[in-house]
């Protein structure tokens, strides 16, 4: 067993009790009747939000966007990407998603066998299972960071 396979085994150990997430995947509304209908969100299944990594019983993923699922309701936006940020909750909400929760979307599997990509928020530096926290951050060993990370789901700060 690598270094990597061991730390995220005994990551989903110390996660076993902690709250998952949903992931979905957005779908284009097919047609019925000719009628365009509305995209919606589907499940896909659960996972432990750990900052840029969401990881489930058997794969690592590279976050996306996050939404809260909402009803749709019409207003006005100053801009687009607000627009676009109602028109997903929207969708999580018409794909099963109680009002109110959250729901992962546009993430991608991290392929573990070929961690040499320097894009991707996971891969070896040095030989080492390491992270990067953000696109302009630096890289940090992945030990350091699922600890952190484990403990900041475990154990949230007052009011969190």
Request: proline share 6%; charged share 30%.
């Amino acid at each position: 067993m690598s270094e990597l396979e061991r730390l995220l085994a005994a990551a989903r150990d110390r996660l076993a009790d902690a709250p998952r997430e949903r992931i979905g995947e957005l779908q284009e509304g097919r047609r019925l009747l000719g009628i365009p209908r509305a995209p919606r969100i589907v499940d896909r299944g659960r996972a432990w939000h750990l900052g840029v990594l969401l990881l489930t019983d058997d794969a690592v993923l590279a976050t996306g966007d996050i939404v809260r699922s909402r009803a749709e309701v019409r207003r006005g936006f100053a801009a687009e990407s607000q627009r676009r940020r109602a028109e997903l909750a929207a969708a999580a909400h018409r794909g099963g998603v109680p009002e109110g929760e959250t729901v992962h979307i546009g993430w991608h599997p991290l392929d573990l066998s070929a961690l040499q990509d320097r894009s991707a928020p996971l891969a070896l530096r040095d030989g080492r299972p390491a992270v990067r926290w953000s696109a302009q951050g630096g890289w940090m060993p992945l030990a350091r960071y699922l600890d952190e990370r484990i403990d900041l789901l475990v154990h949230p700060p007052e009011r969190a």
